[in-house]
């Protein structure tokens, strides 16, 4: 596919490492370590890419510096679910690390690629020709697979909603985790991520679907339609609400409240 400029009126690197990224990338490591304890092979699939990796001392990161209420603060764990990112983000800045930075962050392909095996296949969708191009060299060190345990990266440029409808027959043979992250600026983006969900309970039946959202005042009805209509459309099978709502913090008025 021809790549595309998207016009994006959010961009993640002025977010990248706040409290919704730790909280959205532990729950991944959780599900994606759920998910490897069997020997089977899986198929990762994220539709909003994203760069991979963020600085968050570069021009865009430092001007909101929400990290310093996510990632900072969780540095200095070392155990469970949060240890094992953070461990991942003190590895990604190490020397030799691939990042060749000491301020650097992990998008949720970089996590992903990360946890999965060499049998396993990471398929990433990014819609923007740049934002592309930053996962590109985010992925370079992983590509071709350096070592035996890296798994299969396949990265496109392209609307990650269609691809996934089209890819999806050939990846229903494998299990698979679906990871849908948009930024919800467009205002078809609920809608889309409603109909892929319907249409991958057929498609790709032995494919777990993460669908992540924001938590905010002004957003609580979309969040409530959200929940609603994926409980309507996608029957048949369990769905699981996970969201976490911040406390108050003076000078943060305008940061999400939450996330799940």
């Not at 679906?178 to 467009?186: G, K, L």
């Not at 992540?212 to 769905?239: A, M, N």
């Not at 913090?249 to 409240?257: K, V, W």
Request: hydrophobic share 35%; with cysteine.
């Amino acid at each position: 596919a021809e790549p595309v400029k998207a016009r994006l009126a959010y961009k993640h690197s002025f977010h990248a490492g706040n409290t919704a990224d730790c909280f959205k990338h532990t729950l991944l490591l959780m599900m994606l370590r759920s998910m490897l304890r069997k020997d089977a092979p899986i198929t990762y699939v994220d539709t909003h890419s994203g760069s991979g990796i963020y600085d968050l001392k570069g021009d865009e990161g430092s001007q909101l510096r929400e990290w310093e209420c996510g990632m900072q603060r969780i540095m200095q764990a070392h155990q469970g679910p949060i240890g094992e990112l953070a461990s991942l983000v003190r590895s990604l800045n190490a020397p030799g690390g691939g990042g060749g930075g000491s301020n650097l962050y992990p998008g949720s392909p970089r996590v992903a690629a990360e946890a999965l095996r060499g049998c396993d296949i990471c398929c990433l969708y990014e819609k923007d020709s740049d934002t592309f191009a930053d996962l590109q060299q985010a992925l370079s060190p992983l590509q071709p697979a350096p070592l035996p345990d890296a798994p299969e990266i396949r990265a496109e440029c392209c609307d990650g909603f269609k691809t996934l409808v089209r890819d999806a027959p050939q990846l229903s043979g494998r299990r698979g985790l679906v990871f849908i992250d948009p930024a919800y600026q467009d205002g078809s983006d609920l809608e889309r991520t409603v109909r892929l969900a319907k249409h991958l309970r057929t498609a790709w039946r032995s494919a777990r679907l993460a669908v992540w959202y924001p938590v905010r005042r002004e957003l609580s009805g979309k969040v409530d339609t959200l929940h609603k209509s994926l409980k309507r459309e996608v029957t048949d099978t369990d769905i699981l609400a996970a969201s976490m709502i911040l406390p108050a913090e003076p000078g943060l008025e305008g940061r999400l409240e939450g996330n799940g």
